[in-house]
T-cell receptor, first 114, second 113 residues
Framework: DQQVKQNSPSLSVQEGRISILNCDYTNSMFDYFLWYKKYPAEGPTFLISISSIKDKNEDGRFTVFLNKSAKHLSLHIVPSQPGDSAVYFC?????????????FGTGTRLTIIP | SQTIHQWPATLVQPVGSPLSLECTVEGTSNPNLYWYRQAAGRGLQLLFY??????ISSEVPQNLSASRPQDRQFILSSKKLLLSDSGFYLC????????????FGQGTRLTVV
C-alpha cells in the first residue's frame, strides 16, 4: 500500500521555466512533509519541508505548497537550472509515531533542458 | 557537525553469499538510525530503524537483518543473499526531535549475481 504517491515518474522542463513536482498522500496522520533530491549513486539530500500547520514554505528558488484537504503537496522550482536535474522524492512522517520515520514516494526524475 | 559514513560504495555478491553493510555516524549521540532500500520503480523503502543500542524494528519481512552494536553503528546483514536483494541501500540518521529531516549516507549499490 503506497501511502505517498508521485504519479509522474519523469518530467522535462526548459531551463529558466518553472518545474512543478506533485505528491499525494493517503494517511491523514501525516503532519510533516519533506522533499529530497537525489543524484545517481548518491544518497538523497534534504531540500525543503513543511509542517501541516502551514500551507506554504519558501526557500530561495524552492517553494512547497500543502493542501491538507486534498492530501496533496507540490514542489515548485523557479527558475529551473540544469543542476536541478535529479530524482526528487516526496516524504511524509507522523509526529504521533514518536520519531521522524519517513515514508517516501517513488520519485520523479526531473530533467532540465538547456 | 554530524557526518554519516556508509561502505562499501558498490558490491557484487553471488547468490547465497553473506552480506554485511556498515554505517557509522559521527558528531551526534543517540541518533535514530535507518536502513532504506531503493529498488527500481519503488522509491525508498524503509527496511529497519533503531532508536538505541540493540533496539531494532523491522518494517518489512525480508531476507535481511540489522544490528546496532554501538550507539553510532548500524549494520545490515544477510546470511544468504537472493537475487531480489539487489538494490541501492541507504543508511540514514535522525535526531530524537520529531518533525525533522533524516540525513542520508552515500549509499551502497548491491548487485547479486
Amino acid at each position: 500500500d503506497q501511502q505517498v504517491k508521485q504519479n509522474s515518474p519523469s518530467l522535462s522542463v526548459q531551463e529558466g521555466r518553472i518545474s512543478i513536482l506533485n505528491c499525494d498522500y493517503t494517511n491523514s496522520m501525516f503532519d510533516y512533509f519533506l522533499w529530497y533530491k537525489k543524484y545517481p549513486a548518491e544518497g538523497p539530500t534534504f531540500l525543503i519541508s513543511i509542517s501541516s500547520i502551514k500551507d506554504k514554505n519558501e526557500d530561495g528558488r524552492f517553494t512547497v505548497f500543502l493542501n491538507k484537504s486534498a492530501k496533496h503537496l507540490s514542489l515548485h522550482i523557479v527558475p529551473s537550472q540544469p543542476g536541478d536535474s535529479a530524482v526528487y522524492f516526496c516524504a511524509a512522517s507522523a509526529s504521533n509515531f514518536g520519531n521522524e520515520k519517513l515514508t517516501f514516494g517513488t520519485g520523479t526524475r526531473l530533467t532540465i533542458i538547456p | 557537525s554530524q557526518t554519516i559514513h556508509q561502505w562499501p560504495a558498490t558490491l557484487v555478491q553471488p547468490v547465497g553469499s553473506p552480506l554485511s553493510l556498515e554505517c557509522t555516524v559521527e558528531g551526534t549521540s543517540n541518533p535514530n538510525l535507518y536502513w532504506y532500500r531503493q529498488a527500481a520503480g519503488r522509491g525508498l523503502q524503509l527496511l529497519f530503524y533503531s532508536v538505541g543500542i540493540g533496539q531494532i524494528s523491522s518494517e518489512v519481512p525480508q531476507n535481511l537483518s540489522a544490528s546496532r552494536p554501538q550507539d553510532r553503528q548500524f549494520i545490515l546483514s544477510s546470511k544468504k543473499l537472493l537475487l531480489s536483494d539487489s538494490g541501492f541501500y541507504l543508511c540514514a540518521w535522525g535526531g530524537y526531535v520529531i518533525n525533522t529531516e533524516a540525513f542520508f549516507g552515500q549509499g551502497t549499490r548491491l548487485t547479486v549475481v
